[in-house]
């Protein structure tokens, strides 16, 4: 069974451009999406993915707001979750991990980074 | 058997001979050489007389070595003496064919005696020519009778019966040709519609990027399972592989303001679809014209000694709408130059040694009426700059000093490509 990668993502040509790298990264893996947090809480449950990217602004319920309570839950507290943002200060970065994202990864971004990111955490 | 008045029945011996052609078709032999006979008394000086014994006799023997072994031949008639005189005579049979030649009808004499005026048909030698369908199956020329010299009538039987077999063997010549054709037709058309069904296997398998052993593995043995040549399956996959990077790059070029670094993703891009260097160099211009389809400004031949460590304007140069293909020496530049068509060409001055220096390379251009007008800008130190300005160079040729500030490079490529294409419209 291939492993599963939730991308929750309001942007759509953020969305394209993030299933155009693994497709073409040949990891093997599904993309499950969500357009909010709310439906990445949701669909996490429901698919329970190797891995998660978020966006940390979203509408209808924000990162910031859906990772603690993915954190929260014991069915989907052990997903390791890359918060996927255009923020990038340092305070923004450690505020990520804080709320227990296992990485901060700043857009735009560099599609032979974020394979190599993906890879580790599907690794493990 | 003549008439009361002593002249010979020409008419009486024309029906025996009639007579004795239709035994002769039934194979009452007899009865033929009967009617021949009578023939013979009616009208003595008959030549055809003899002719007609001569085929009876040829078609006795025949009928005999079908039925079985012949104890003897047939006598042989012996020659006319008189000379011959032409009567009207239904022409004979055609005789068919045999392994053993036929007799020959008793030719008519080289010098035929001239025709009685009351003569209305005039006499027609009984020619054996072969049934068509005879010459169809196995063209045989008539041998040659023991007359070393052949007759007239006899020369163009053997000419009409050439003519004829030149003829048949044309049309089986034609049919053979178009036979060819079709079947390289078909040939054609099945390697066409392998060849298609191996590119979109290769299109479906290269979509993502280059496949994986296994899958390559499949591929391969799907192109030997269609009998595609190996060229041709290497050039199909190049062709397909390069088409789909292609389409990549310009699926990316719209989303490129999402990236970090168009360069760097191309160059991943380069790294799935294991786009060669020197495959990328080849079509280079076209990618990077996708890369900048909406700014593209022109292609420009960057020549510096530093292309394959770090710099900085190659980027620079990138990002601002112009598509760059590098040359890290003046040699390499004339090499790519007639392929690449540059717009502009920017070029250092010093190169390793050995190689030409960049104002060499200028003088080179300008003395080649091909390239005599591509805008051209040295890059040059600064020690260089009175000297360049002093005589070496034409009052229009560009320079500028290293560092180079991008802002100064931009404008001047500017200039240049504006001077050029005014140059080009006054041309038209």
């Known amino acids: 069974m291939s492993k599963k990668i939730l991308l929750a993502e309001d942007d759509e040509d953020n969305r394209d451009l993030v299933s155009f ?34 966006d940390m602004q979203m509408p209808v319920m924000d990162g910031w707001t859906a990772i603690p309570i993915l ?22 970065k450690l505020r990520t991990l804080e709320i227990g994202c296992a990485e901060h990864y700043s857009k735009p971004m560099d599609p032979e980074e974020l394979i190599a990111l993906i890879r580790k955490y599907l690794a493990d | 058997m003549n008439s009361p008045s002593g002249a010979p029945d020409k008419a009486a011996a024309k029906q025996c001979l009639l007579a004795a052609d239709r035994f002769l078709k039934e194979s009452r032999f007899q ?47 012996a020659p006319q003496a008189a000379a011959p005189t032409p009567v009207a005579v239904a022409p004979a049979r055609p005789a068919a064919p045999t392994a053993s030649a036929p007799p020959a009808m008793k030719p008519a004499p080289a010098a035929a005696p001239p025709k009685p005026a009351a003569q209305v048909v005039p006499p027609q030698p009984p020619v054996v020519t072969p049934p068509p369908a005879a010459i169809a199956s196995t063209p045989r020329p008539k041998e040659v009778s023991a007359d070393p010299v052949p007759t007239p009538a006899e020369q163009k039987a053997m000419e009409a019966t050439l003519e004829e077999m030149k003829r048949q063997i044309q049309m089986l010549s034609h049919s053979l040709e178009v036979e ?57 996959r190049r062709e397909v592989k390069l088409k789909m990077y292609s389409n990549a790059v310009k699926e990316v070029i719209a989303k490129r303001q999402l990236l970090r670094s168009s360069s760097s993703t191309f160059e991943w891009l380069r790294k799935v679809y294991q786009v060669t260097m020197e495959e990328y160099l080849e079509y280079e211009t076209k990618f990077l014209l996708d890369l900048v389809a909406d700014q593209y400004k022109g292609t420009v031949l960057y020549v510096s ?34 392929k690449v068509n540059p717009n502009l060409i920017l070029c250092h001055t010093e190169f390793s040694a050995g190689s030409l220096s960049g104002i060499k390379f200028l003088h080179l251009l300008r003395a080649t009426v091909k390239f005599n007008f591509i805008p051209f800008i040295l890059l040059c130190q600064e020690s260089e700059v009175a000297q360049l300005q002093s005589s070496e160079l034409r009052h229009h040729e560009g320079f500028l000093k290293k560092p180079v500030d991008v802002e100064e490079l931009m404008i001047a490529m500017n200039e240049k490509l504006a001077h050029f294409r005014d140059y080009v419209s006054s041309l038209s």
Do not use: C
């Open chain 2, 305 to 338: 000694p530093n292309v394959k460590t770090k710099d900085e304007l190659i980027p620079r140069l990138k990002s601002a709408g112009y598509a760059v293909v590098l040359s890290g020496s003046p040699e390499e530049a004339l090499e790519k130059i007639e």
């Open chain 2, 31 to 77: 009865e033929a050489r009967t009617e021949i006979e009578k023939a013979k008394k009616l009208d003595p000086a008959n030549v055809y007389v003899v002719a007609f014994l001569d085929r009876i006799n040829y078609f006795e023997a025949q009928k005999k070595k079908e039925a079985g072994p012949v104890a003897a031949a047939p006598p042989p008639v």
């Open chain 2, 180 to 236: 060819k054709k079709a079947r390289e037709e078909m040939t054609n058309q099945q390697l066409e519609s392998n060849v298609r069904q191996l590119r979109n296997s290769f299109e479906k398998s290269w979509m993502n990027g280059a496949p994986n052993d296994a899958e390559a593995a499949e591929l391969h043995k799907l192109a030997v399972s269609l009998s595609i040549p190996e060229n041709v399956e290497q050039s199909l």
């Open chain 1, 21 to 54: 790298v693994l497709q073409r990264s040949r990891l093997g893996a599904e993309l499950v999406i969500a357009e909010n947090g709310q439906e990445a809480v949701d669909k996490a449950i429901e698919h329970l993915p190797s891995l998660i990217l978020m």
């Open chain 1, 71 to 92: 954190k929260g839950d014991s069915r989907t507290k052990h997903i390791p979750i890359i918060a996927f943002t255009a923020q990038a200060k340092p305070e923004d």
